[in-house]
């Protein structure tokens, strides 16, 4: 079945360590999408990708990395720069024009001690 | 810049019908988008309405007036696993992104 993998489901990470959430689609879709949820709040968008080899910054880009290098695959890294990086990480992916039908992961919920 | 306007909160019993604004300021508007949450899950879509009127999909229903920047959605014959938040989402100009409101948390009761 398509869909989208995110790994791992819970993440614990000291204060100061780089770490990379995985994010894998396998529904052939051009756009995909990294948000950001804190408890009791809406979703913010961290940096998206509409095509291979190109990805921009979202509203929150700040402490974040991504790469997309392949269609399937769009990684994020969330950096010691990040001030608080605690909470609960999404990926999505869309076709171009899906009529903003996004697909979501299952998320990752890291903690940084 | 974007901002959207949705309750925090919103409590029904079983059976009874719940109706959810959303109120939006937003430049480049492409359409109005609803997602469910259940807690620790992932969003699921729901609907899209790019123009003005009313979409409906089984007991759920969504409304937009873009003069008014404004859209609802409504959730009929409440059951028990409705219970969930619920976000209005719009769409804004080329790359297909979604920026989010709030939430509004929807409890049924029995």
């Known amino acids: 079945d398509g869909g989208i993998t995110q790994s791992p489901k819970y993440l614990f990470r000291k204060e100061g360590q780089n770490v990379t959430l995985s994010c894998e689609q396998n529904l052939n879709h051009d756009a995909m999408y990294w948000y950001r949820q804190d408890p009791g709040q809406g979703l913010r968008l961290i940096y998206y990708?509409?095509?291979?080899?190109?990805?921009q910054k979202g509203d929150i880009a700040e402490g974040y990395s991504v790469s997309r290098e392949k269609k399937e695959s769009f990684p994020l890294t969330v950096t010691s720069a990040q001030k608080n990086p605690t909470a609960f990480y999404l990926c999505?992916?869309?076709?171009?024009?899906?009529?903003?039908?996004?697909?979501f992961g299952s998320g990752t919920r890291l903690t940084v001690v | 810049g974007q901002s959207l306007e949705q309750p925090s909160e919103v409590t029904a019993v079983e059976g009874a019908i719940v109706q959810i604004n959303c109120t939006y300021q937003t430049s480049g508007f492409y359409g109005l988008s609803w997602y469910q949450q259940h807690d620790g899950g992932a969003p699921t879509f729901l609907s899209y309405n790019a123009l003005d009127g009313l979409e409906e999909t089984g007991r759920f229903s969504s409304f937009l007036s873009r003069s008014d920047s404004y859209g609802y959605l409504l959730l009929q014959e409440l059951q028990m696993k409705d219970s969930a938040s619920y976000f209005c989402?719009?769409?804004?100009?080329?790359?297909?992104?979604?920026?989010f409101g709030g939430g509004t948390r929807v409890l049924v009761k029995p």
């Open positions: 989402a719009v769409g804004r100009a080329a790359g297909n992104k979604l920026t």
């Open positions: 990708s509409q095509i291979v080899n190109d990805f």
């Open positions: 999505a992916s869309s076709t171009e024009q899906g009529g903003y039908g996004y697909t």
